[in-house]
């Protein structure tokens, strides 16, 4: 009988697919590349004799391990391990974390990603700009927005200053960071140095901001850094940014727009803009379109910035399916 330590990774693998039967391993086989099913069926056609013995070892080992990530998804990597040494002893809880920790790579602040962002902010709202930089770096962009909205304006520039110009940051400021936060989120399963930040980073935040906010933030980054700012704005759409739009692109916009939205979405833009719309527009829509700003009268900037930004959110949705390309500034012209 093969003793613990045999059986390689792959070789694990291999004798789970047999274990469990032909039906969930072809299951299992689909998820996986053209790669690793060549590789797997090679470890497994060079199986030789596998014990119930060995079976066993290898499913509870299986089960061990999923048993672990479930208590790190659910509490992080400290209270997994806690639960784990409960059950199976220290070292072997050492073990599974340990393993699970190397071949996941679980980044810092998982606790954190888990998190409200209403409760997130409460949380938060009073540390120094970096801490909160450095936290919603770690976010998902479209959370991480709306914590930044919800800061105070203040120091909104001064966040997003931060996230972008941020590079890379040691694992000791990191855990520093989380201890003054009084949470271990997580464990860095090496001593390199972890990515986070960065010019992309801050423009996929903003780009999921309210219309508002994102005035307010570039407006004072121009006046701080217009370096930056510059940078920021070039891997940005923004309203006005729709001249950018060739005639056909914005035709296929106009087809996805709600007509009170695009009403409200030109009151407080200047002519360029506004013809730019028009002039792909049919005789009877514009006058209709135009009536219709008339009639309109005077309204809150708020409601003009909330349409212009359901427009933003659709062209970027747009371009994201590759129905439309946006040529934004800095970058070369197409050509056709």
Excluded: C
């Excluded at 919603?136 to 966040?159: C, E, G, H, M, T």
């Excluded at 972890?194 to 935040?205: L, N, P, R």
């Excluded at 759409?237 to 060739?246: M, P, R, T």
């Excluded at 719309?277 to 209709?288: D, G, T, V, Y």
């Amino acid at each position: 009988m093969a003793q613990k330590g045999d059986f390689s990774g792959k070789q694990k693998a291999a004798i789970f697919l047999l274990a469990v039967g032909p039906d969930i391993a072809s299951e299992v086989m689909k998820k996986l590349s053209e790669a690793e099913v060549d590789t797997l069926t090679y470890e497994i056609a060079r199986l030789d004799k596998v014990t119930p013995e060995d079976k066993e070892r290898v499913l509870q080992e299986f089960q061990e391990l999923m048993m672990a990530q479930e208590f790190i998804t659910r509490g992080g990597i400290d209270q997994a391990r806690a639960i784990l040494e409960k059950a199976l002893g220290t070292q072997k809880a050492y073990d599974i974390v340990n393993r699970l920790t190397s071949s996941l790579q679980v980044r810092p602040f998982d606790f954190v990603r888990r998190q409200d962002p209403a409760q997130l902010l409460n949380f938060i709202q009073n540390e120094h700009p970096q801490t909160i930089a450095l936290i919603l770096s770690y976010l998902d962009p479209v959370k991480a927005a709306q914590i930044l909205s919800s800061l105070q304006a203040s120091i909104q520039p001064d966040v997003a200053r931060r996230i972008a110009k941020m590079d890379r940051t040691s694992p000791e400021v990191l855990r520093e960071v989380e201890r003054v936060l009084e949470r271990k989120l997580s464990t860095l399963s090496n001593e390199d140095y972890t990515m986070a930040g960065g010019i992309e980073a801050i423009v996929e935040v903003l780009n999921n901001v309210d219309r508002g906010t994102e005035k307010s933030i570039i407006e004072a980054l121009e006046e701080e850094d217009p370096v930056l700012a510059e940078e920021i704005k070039k891997k940005m759409f923004v309203f006005e940014d729709i001249v950018l739009l060739d005639d056909k692109a914005i035709q296929k916009v106009l087809r996805e727009l709600d007509n009170q939205d695009l009403a409200k979405s030109l009151k407080a833009v200047d002519t360029e803009v506004q013809e730019k719309i028009f002039k792909n527009m049919s005789k009877r829509a514009a006058a209709l379109l135009r009536e219709d700003m008339e009639f309109m009268g005077p309204i809150r900037l708020k409601d003009v910035e909330e349409a212009q930004q359901k427009i933003v959110n659709i062209i970027r949705k747009l371009e994201e399916e590759g129905e439309i390309v946006v040529a934004r500034a800095g970058e070369d012209e197409l050509v056709t």
